[in-house]
C-alpha cells in the first residue's frame, strides 16, 4: 500500500489567525507547511522563523507562484481574499479561505464558478463544522434524537475598545461585528436549519459607519428560526442552543470551539457528551481539505461553496439592512 501523498501548504497572512493555525499544525497528519507570504518580507521572515516554514515570500504573487505548494491558506483580511483566492485557483492551488469567504456576495460567487469551471478545491474555512462536537450534533439531529429541529439560539459577542485603527473598527478592511463574529452564528444558524426565506436585523453602528452590534432574526415559511445576537461593543457568553420537538442540544460558551455538549431530552436527565478536539480545534478543517484532495474532490459536502454562498447573502442583506455596504480589496496583489 502506498503512502497517503503529503499535502504541502503556504499561508497567504501572517497574522494572529495564521499564527494559533500554525501552532497545532504538527497534528494535522501527511501535511507541510512548507511556505508564507506576506506583503511584507519582513513580517513573512518572522512567523517562517516562529513556526519553523522553510520559505518566506514577500508578495502573494511569488507564494502563489510556488510550483511545491499544493494548497493556500488565505487570512487576509476580507476584502482581501477574493484577489488572492482568485489568482491561487487559476494558478491550480486548492484554497482554504478565512472567513468570511469574501467581502460581498458577487466575490463569493465569483470564486464558487471559478472553483468550479477550473476543476480546483475551494473552502471557507469554518473549522467549527469540522469538530468532533458538531459531527456529534449532526449525527443526533439525523437520528430525529431532539425531535425535528424547530428553532436555533445563539450569541457571540466581545468588548474591544474603540480603536478607529483597529482592523473591526476599520470599514476598508470589512470592519464590523458581522463579518467577524456575525459568520460563526449565521453560518451554524444555517448549517443546522438550511437557507432562510426572511432576514430582519436591528443594530447600531460604530464611529467609523462598521455595524458595533446586531440581533438579526432568520425566519423560514414554515415557522422555523434562529435568534442570534452579536457584538464588538460587550461581551457574551457564547452559548448556543438547537431546539427541537422532542428536546435540545446546549452547546457551551465559546459554541464555535466547544470539546463537550448537553443533550435534553423530555423525561430524561441531561447528558453530557465529551467531544474533544485535535489541539485547539484547529487541525480538523486541514485534515478534511487535505482529505477531499487525495480523493479528486473540488469541495466539501460539510462547507459547500452553496453554503458559503448563503452565508454570505445572509451577512451582507443584513449589514446593508444597516446602512454597511462592503467592497472587495483588488489592489493587493499590486
Known amino acids: 500500500m502506498s503512502e497517503p501523498r503529503i499535502i504541502r501548504w503556504g499561508i497567504a497572512g501572517p497574522g494572529r489567525i495564521a499564527n494559533s493555525e500554525a501552532a497545532d499544525f504538527d497534528l494535522v497528519p501527511d501535511a507541510e507547511l512548507a511556505a508564507v507570504g506576506s506583503r511584507s518580507i519582513d513580517r513573512a521572515r518572522a512567523f517562517a522563523d516562529r513556526h519553523l ?102 450569541d457571540l459577542g466581545v468588548d474591544r475598545p474603540y480603536d478607529p485603527t483597529d482592523r473591526l473598527f476599520d470599514p476598508r478592511q470589512g470592519g464590523g461585528a458581522l463579518l467577524d463574529l456575525g459568520v460563526y452564528l449565521v453560518s451554524f444558524a444555517q448549517h443546522i436549519l438550511g437557507d432562510p426565506q426572511s432576514i430582519l436585523i436591528n443594530g447600531s453602528l460604530g464611529p467609523t459607519g462598521v455595524d458595533a452590534e446586531f440581533g438579526l432574526l432568520l ?19 457564547g452559548a448556543a442552543r438547537i431546539v427541537g420537538t422532542g428536546g435540545w442540544i446546549d452547546i457551551p460558551p465559546r459554541f464555535h470551539h466547544p470539546d463537550k455538549i448537553t443533550l435534553c431530552r423530555a423525561g430524561k436527565e441531561p447528558e453530557l457528551i465529551n467531544c474533544q478536539p485535535l489541539g485547539h480545534g484547529y487541525p480538523h478543517q486541514f485534515i478534511e481539505v487535505g482529505n477531499r484532495i487525495r480523493a479528486g474532490q473540488i469541495e466539501s459536502p460539510i462547507m459547500s461553496l452553496d453554503d458559503t454562498v448563503a452565508v454570505q447573502r445572509i451577512l451582507n442583506n443584513a449589514a446593508e439592512q444597516l446602512g454597511v455596504l462592503h467592497a472587495e480589496d483588488e489592489s493587493v496583489l499590486d
Open 53 to 154: 516554514i522553510p520559505r518566506a515570500y514577500g508578495s502573494y504573487r511569488e507564494l502563489i507562484a510556488d510550483t511545491e505548494l499544493d494548497a493556500i491558506y488565505i487570512t487576509t483580511p476580507h476584502p482581501q481574499h477574493l484577489a488572492i483566492a482568485r489568482a491561487a485557483i487559476r494558478a491550480g492551488k486548492a484554497v482554504l479561505v478565512e472567513k468570511t469567504f469574501t467581502a460581498t456576495v458577487a466575490g463569493a460567487e465569483e470564486l464558487r464558478e471559478l472553483s468550479r469551471s477550473q476543476r480546483v478545491f475551494a473552502m471557507e474555512a469554518m473549522w467549527t463544522r469540522f469538530l468532533p462536537a458538531y459531527v456529534k450534533i449532526r449525527e443526533l439531529i439525523a437520528d430525529k434524537v431532539i425531535g425535528d429541529v424547530r428553532q436555533v439560539q445563539a
Open 219 to 237: 425566519g423560514y415559511h414554515d415557522g422555523r428560526a434562529a435568534a442570534l445576537l452579536g457584538s464588538i461593543k460587550n461581551a457574551s457568553p
